[in-house]
């Protein structure tokens, strides 16, 4: 007896859908797509609403006071009577901490990148880029409190004319914050350069050092540099840290021992404040987001035309 | 051989090797050196952290208000508030994240549309949050009137996690071997069978590391909501959600003011009494270790994903 | 003639199989079908007969076609873009032509299932890989999937090794298990055709074995087209065979014609083994 008849299976019957399932079927399909779309379109209506509120209060602001002051004034002094709105100060402040945060995160990140695309073992990797998540899952608020109460203090002991607001603590905390995202987008291009070209230049007789910053780098050029457009992008916008251990101070920022207002501290100092909701000063935290708005767009859709890019090429 | 015509050829190749051999190793130590530094700085963040805050942990702690007095004060409003914000954090942005992520991943033609959506994404996730703050205040608080409360902060956080949650549901999607895609298309699934039977079932692990990664990062975040206006001594709690009576279930707590964990330790940071700082410590323990545990899960959740499990 | 009968020594030709008559009823008909990649050309002009409960089996070197004429059947290539069918492949006796663009690729992969060439169940249990076919047609009345899912697996000879152990995950079974899961899974609906993808080529010999054996018994029910790199076995289990070069159909005809007396100098050289 063959299998066929063991079973029993001497009828062979078609089982096919009912013409109402089908239709519902067609029915269901089509509401879920639109559901979907909207869910997908809904983040462009959450960028003009970004753009829209920004604006919209930018607008109110520049009404009272003129652009080319705004971008020229040497003082920030909103609350005053006689106030100033010199955005280059707060800009200032903003620049200085992002400077100091990338002078540690840019060397200490690529070497690590390098380090972890070219040199270290499997292993080394899958222990070190979860410890680097778990780094940049730190809550701000907690890299604040680190700064001004852990290592201000120690810097003192070095730096005795360092205050306890300043801008190169603050400044060194975002380096560290900013550094597992360099790390990580920089040794995802790394990785992303086909090995052929290493054996190439290992066949040459190249050590593998230099066949990281002569023909890896050169290679993930866009990636790397992609990543550090990120991490200056996040420093930018950093607001706890610098709100924390920085300082209110409105000043030109040109001693980073000495604390400044960067323009995130500003927004959140206002906004604790007494501030009344139409006032002069309170539209000033829409046209100081708004300026960093523009900031970080830049920085990230450079970074994001530069990574696309890569991919590209590979 | 070339010692032979040569007698110092051999030894420039051998000083060259040797060199090169030495340059590789100073990097690698200088590599090596860096790595260490870096997870060191963890250590000591946390170490801090439990040295300062870790006796100051009490029940009354969790248990307290905060107080004018610092010996007294706790975080209870500060906890329940976060718990309450998360649910609504998470209630509005995985539904709406994952949507959106199924749609890019698997309906969305190759046209200008969709690549200004993604744009968009992209470049949402990279805007400060304390932009989503100003965008909450503007729309939500000031044009919608909807005050400053649990249900604004939840859906402020929302926004901005959602594009984690919308590329961890693209990724998750995408890494679902062309084989289990086929498979279902074959069978006579539509489009939407192959998503909703299938494939969303196959990338929940994935999606799942997403929203934990995105919880974690809302729950830590400060800016926004202090943008928002939320008042950050609040020494009562939101109404519950249950109640004795009919439906048993209530909403009104999504309308009252309220407080979370960063706030309640950013304003003990900025008070002069150093009891306060103890207590904006011991909240610093409590919320690292929240972060922690949740990274560390969606970490522990992806690594079960490549080994196949399942 | 001597040269060649001792080369088709080789091949054993079964001569068991029934002839065809030449009025056998059809399943489809391949008709001046052409497939095109983009603008790359992979099929030109094919046509032949596939009749119905037989086993038609595809074979010919690697590139020349075979896989592509498949998956047209279930209008799998719709699935990426860029692709485009030239000619008809008409399904019988409603006369469809289901490589039409007026025809929903849904409504052709309803009708024709398919397994493929590395095994690939869900990741579910073996009890819902199988019922799977049925829900996703809104079959759901349990006494009804239950039923259909143990008459399947039997005829896919896997219901003794499951039976047991339904709700456990598809990942548990061996290969050739899988495969037989496959098998079970894409006749759980009853298609009109099947088709099959190399099916055995990523399976150890005994496991092969069991399923030419299934093939052969599960073609006194449905149609089967299946596409096959290994000539023996395409010599075994199928009726009739087409043979595939560079895109083109170079020969069909009866199995064991083709194996004993092809007609095309191509068809011996690869049945030969002299290329492929």
Not at chain 1, 1 to 25: D, H, K, V
Not at chain 1, 72 to 101: A, H, N
Not at chain 1, 146 to 171: C, D, H, K, M, Y
Not at chain 2, 166 to 176: G, W
């Given at each position: 007896m063959t299998i066929m008849e063991q079973a029993g299976a001497a009828r062979y019957r078609r089982l096919a859908p009912s013409e109402a399932f089908l239709r519902r079927r067609a029915v269901i399909a089509q509401i879920a797509r639109g559901v979907l779309f909207l869910a997908a379109a809904l983040s462009i209506f959450i960028t003009a609403g970004i753009v829209y509120i920004l604006l919209y209060d930018s607008i109110l602001f520049f009404q009272q006071v003129s652009i080319i002051d705004f971008l020229t004034d040497t003082q920030w002094t909103p609350?005053?009577?006689q106030p100033r709105f010199g955005i280059m100060t707060l800009v200032s402040g903003t620049l200085m901490t992002t400077l100091i945060g990338l002078l540690v995160a840019i060397p200490a990140g690529t070497i690590l990148a390098i380090y972890l695309s070219e040199f270290s073992a499997h292993r080394t990797r899958e222990i070190v880029k979860p410890i680097l998540e778990l780094l940049a899952g730190v809550p701000t608020v907690a890299f604040g409190y680190f700064a001004l109460f852990f290592l201000t203090p120690i810097f003192q002991r070095f730096i005795?004319?360092?205050?306890?607001?300043?801008l190169l603590v603050p400044g060194i905390v975002i380096g560290i914050m900013i550094l597992p995202y360099i790390v990580s987008v920089a040794e995802d291009a790394m990785r992303a350069v086909p090995n052929t070209l290493r054996e190439g230049a290992f066949a040459l007789g190249f050590t593998r050092l230099q066949t990281a910053v002569r023909v890896v780098i050169p290679g993930a050029f866009s990636g790397v540099t992609a990543a550090y457009i990120l991490g200056m992008s996040r420093a930018v916008g950093e607001t706890m840290v610098v709100a924390i251990a920085a300082g209110q101070q409105a000043r030109l920022a040109v001693n980073p021992l000495e604390g400044a207002a960067t323009i995130t501290a500003y927004i959140v100092q206002i906004s604790l404040?007494?501030?009344?909701?139409?006032?002069l000063a309170y539209l000033t935290i829409f046209a100081a987001g708004l300026t960093l708005f523009l900031i970080t767009l830049a920085f990230n859709l450079i970074a994001f035309w530069l990574r696309r890019r890569y991919r590209e090429v590979y | 051989m070339s010692t032979d015509r040569n007698p110092t050829a051999a030894t420039d190749e051998q000083t060259l090797v040797r060199r090169a051999n030495w340059q590789d190793l100073r990097f690698a130590i200088v590599g090596f050196v860096v790595l260490v530094m870096a997870m060191t700085t963890l250590l000591v963040l946390v170490g801090d952290f439990m040295i300062d805050g870790v006796p100051r942990l009490s029940w009354e702690f969790f248990t307290n208000f905060p107080s004018r007095r610092p010996e007294q004060a706790g975080i209870l409003s500060a906890w329940v508030g976060s718990a309450l914000v998360m649910l609504t954090t998470a209630a509005l942005a995985v539904p709406v994240g994952v949507a959106a992520g199924i749609y890019l991943e698997?309906?969305?033609?190759?046209?200008w549309i969709t690549d200004i959506i993604e744009i968009n994404v992209t470049n949402l996730a990279g805007v400060p949050s304390i932009i989503y703050g100003l965008l909450a205040l503007g729309l939500?608080?000031?044009?919608?009137?909807?005050?400053?409360t649990i249900l604004v902060a939840g859906l402020t956080l929302a926004l901005l996690i959602l594009p984690i949650i919308i590329v961890a549901t693209r990724e998750a999607l995408r890494s679902i071997p062309l084989e289990v895609r086929e498979a279902a298309y074959a069978l006579g699934a539509d489009r939407w069978q192959a998503v909703w039977m299938y494939l969303l079932p196959t990338a929940r692990p994935g999606i799942l590391t997403g929203a934990i990664v995105g919880m974690s990062r809302a729950i830590g975040e400060t800016a926004p909501i202090i943008t928002i206006g939320?008042?950050?001594?609040?020494?009562f709690l939101p109404?519950?959600?249950?109640?004795?009576?009919?439906?048993?279930?209530?909403?009104?707590w999504l309308n009252s003011p309220f407080t979370v964990m960063p706030i309640q330790m950013f304003n003990w940071i900025s008070r002069p009494q150093a009891g306060f700082h103890v207590a904006a410590a011991a909240t610093g323990v409590v919320l690292l270790g929240m972060t922690l545990m949740m990274n560390g899960l969606a970490i522990y959740i992806r690594y079960r994903i490549r080994k196949g499990a399942g | 003639m001597d040269a060649r009968t001792r080369e088709q020594s080789v091949v054993a030709a079964d001569t068991s199989q029934p002839e065809l008559k030449a009025d056998a009823p059809l399943r489809a008909r391949v008709v001046d079908f052409s497939f095109y990649y983009g603008d790359k050309q992979?099929?030109?002009?094919v046509s032949f007969p596939i009749y119905d409960r037989k086993v038609t089996a595809l074979i010919g070197p690697?590139?020349?076609g075979k896989s592509t004429l498949l998956r047209a059947f279930n209008r799998?290539?719709?699935?990426?873009?860029?692709n485009r069918y030239e000619g008809e492949v008409i399904l019988y006796p409603e006369e469809?032509?289901?490589?039409?663009?007026?025809?929903d690729p849904l409504l052709v992969r309803l009708k024709i299932g398919m397994v493929f060439q590395k095994p690939n169940p869900f990741p579910k249990s073996i009890y819902e890989n199988v019922a799977s076919g049925l829900w996703v047609r809104g079959i759901r009345k349990k006494s009804l999937v239950d039923e259909r899912v143990e008459e399947v697996l039997r005829q896919a000879a896997l219901w003794d090794e499951v039976k047991d152990r339904?709700?456990?995950?598809?990942?548990?079974?061996?290969g050739g298990q899988q495969q037989r899961l496959c098998i079970a899974r894409a006749l759980a609906p009853g298609p009109e055709m099947l088709l099959l993808d190399e099916?055995?080529?990523?399976?150890d010999p005994i496991a092969t074995a069991r399923i030419e054996t299934l093939m052969t018994e599960l073609s006194s029910m449905v149609t089967i087209l299946i596409v096959t790199h290994n000539m023996q076995q395409a010599a075994r289990v199928s009726d009739t065979t087409a043979f595939m070069y560079l895109g083109e159909l170079v020969e069909f005809g009866p199995t064991t014609t083709m194996f004993?007396?092809?007609?095309?100098r191509r068809t011996q050289d690869y049945i030969t083994g002299r290329f492929g």
């Amino acid at each position: 007896m063959t299998i066929m008849e063991q079973a029993g299976a001497a009828r062979y019957r078609r089982l096919a859908p009912s013409e109402a399932f089908l239709r519902r079927r067609a029915v269901i399909a089509q509401i879920a797509r639109g559901v979907l779309f909207l869910a997908a379109a809904l983040s462009i209506f959450i960028t003009a609403g970004i753009v829209y509120i920004l604006l919209y209060d930018s607008i109110l602001f520049f009404q009272q006071v003129s652009i080319i002051d705004f971008l020229t004034d040497t003082q920030w002094t909103p609350v005053f009577d006689q106030p100033r709105f010199g955005i280059m100060t707060l800009v200032s402040g903003t620049l200085m901490t992002t400077l100091i945060g990338l002078l540690v995160a840019i060397p200490a990140g690529t070497i690590l990148a390098i380090y972890l695309s070219e040199f270290s073992a499997h292993r080394t990797r899958e222990i070190v880029k979860p410890i680097l998540e778990l780094l940049a899952g730190v809550p701000t608020v907690a890299f604040g409190y680190f700064a001004l109460f852990f290592l201000t203090p120690i810097f003192q002991r070095f730096i005795p004319e360092l205050s306890t607001f300043n801008l190169l603590v603050p400044g060194i905390v975002i380096g560290i914050m900013i550094l597992p995202y360099i790390v990580s987008v920089a040794e995802d291009a790394m990785r992303a350069v086909p090995n052929t070209l290493r054996e190439g230049a290992f066949a040459l007789g190249f050590t593998r050092l230099q066949t990281a910053v002569r023909v890896v780098i050169p290679g993930a050029f866009s990636g790397v540099t992609a990543a550090y457009i990120l991490g200056m992008s996040r420093a930018v916008g950093e607001t706890m840290v610098v709100a924390i251990a920085a300082g209110q101070q409105a000043r030109l920022a040109v001693n980073p021992l000495e604390g400044a207002a960067t323009i995130t501290a500003y927004i959140v100092q206002i906004s604790l404040g007494d501030v009344p909701h139409n006032s002069l000063a309170y539209l000033t935290i829409f046209a100081a987001g708004l300026t960093l708005f523009l900031i970080t767009l830049a920085f990230n859709l450079i970074a994001f035309w530069l990574r696309r890019r890569y991919r590209e090429v590979y | 051989m070339s010692t032979d015509r040569n007698p110092t050829a051999a030894t420039d190749e051998q000083t060259l090797v040797r060199r090169a051999n030495w340059q590789d190793l100073r990097f690698a130590i200088v590599g090596f050196v860096v790595l260490v530094m870096a997870m060191t700085t963890l250590l000591v963040l946390v170490g801090d952290f439990m040295i300062d805050g870790v006796p100051r942990l009490s029940w009354e702690f969790f248990t307290n208000f905060p107080s004018r007095r610092p010996e007294q004060a706790g975080i209870l409003s500060a906890w329940v508030g976060s718990a309450l914000v998360m649910l609504t954090t998470a209630a509005l942005a995985v539904p709406v994240g994952v949507a959106a992520g199924i749609y890019l991943e698997e309906y969305a033609p190759k046209n200008w549309i969709t690549d200004i959506i993604e744009i968009n994404v992209t470049n949402l996730a990279g805007v400060p949050s304390i932009i989503y703050g100003l965008l909450a205040l503007g729309l939500f608080v000031q044009t919608l009137k909807l005050g400053q409360t649990i249900l604004v902060a939840g859906l402020t956080l929302a926004l901005l996690i959602l594009p984690i949650i919308i590329v961890a549901t693209r990724e998750a999607l995408r890494s679902i071997p062309l084989e289990v895609r086929e498979a279902a298309y074959a069978l006579g699934a539509d489009r939407w069978q192959a998503v909703w039977m299938y494939l969303l079932p196959t990338a929940r692990p994935g999606i799942l590391t997403g929203a934990i990664v995105g919880m974690s990062r809302a729950i830590g975040e400060t800016a926004p909501i202090i943008t928002i206006g939320a008042l950050t001594f609040i020494a009562f709690l939101p109404p519950s959600p249950v109640q004795e009576t009919f439906p048993f279930v209530s909403f009104e707590w999504l309308n009252s003011p309220f407080t979370v964990m960063p706030i309640q330790m950013f304003n003990w940071i900025s008070r002069p009494q150093a009891g306060f700082h103890v207590a904006a410590a011991a909240t610093g323990v409590v919320l690292l270790g929240m972060t922690l545990m949740m990274n560390g899960l969606a970490i522990y959740i992806r690594y079960r994903i490549r080994k196949g499990a399942g | 003639m001597d040269a060649r009968t001792r080369e088709q020594s080789v091949v054993a030709a079964d001569t068991s199989q029934p002839e065809l008559k030449a009025d056998a009823p059809l399943r489809a008909r391949v008709v001046d079908f052409s497939f095109y990649y983009g603008d790359k050309q992979a099929l030109n002009r094919v046509s032949f007969p596939i009749y119905d409960r037989k086993v038609t089996a595809l074979i010919g070197p690697s590139g020349c076609g075979k896989s592509t004429l498949l998956r047209a059947f279930n209008r799998m290539h719709d699935l990426y873009p860029g692709n485009r069918y030239e000619g008809e492949v008409i399904l019988y006796p409603e006369e469809l032509n289901i490589v039409s663009p007026a025809v929903d690729p849904l409504l052709v992969r309803l009708k024709i299932g398919m397994v493929f060439q590395k095994p690939n169940p869900f990741p579910k249990s073996i009890y819902e890989n199988v019922a799977s076919g049925l829900w996703v047609r809104g079959i759901r009345k349990k006494s009804l999937v239950d039923e259909r899912v143990e008459e399947v697996l039997r005829q896919a000879a896997l219901w003794d090794e499951v039976k047991d152990r339904l709700r456990t995950s598809a990942y548990g079974l061996s290969g050739g298990q899988q495969q037989r899961l496959c098998i079970a899974r894409a006749l759980a609906p009853g298609p009109e055709m099947l088709l099959l993808d190399e099916p055995t080529s990523a399976l150890d010999p005994i496991a092969t074995a069991r399923i030419e054996t299934l093939m052969t018994e599960l073609s006194s029910m449905v149609t089967i087209l299946i596409v096959t790199h290994n000539m023996q076995q395409a010599a075994r289990v199928s009726d009739t065979t087409a043979f595939m070069y560079l895109g083109e159909l170079v020969e069909f005809g009866p199995t064991t014609t083709m194996f004993t007396a092809p007609h095309d100098r191509r068809t011996q050289d690869y049945i030969t083994g002299r290329f492929g």
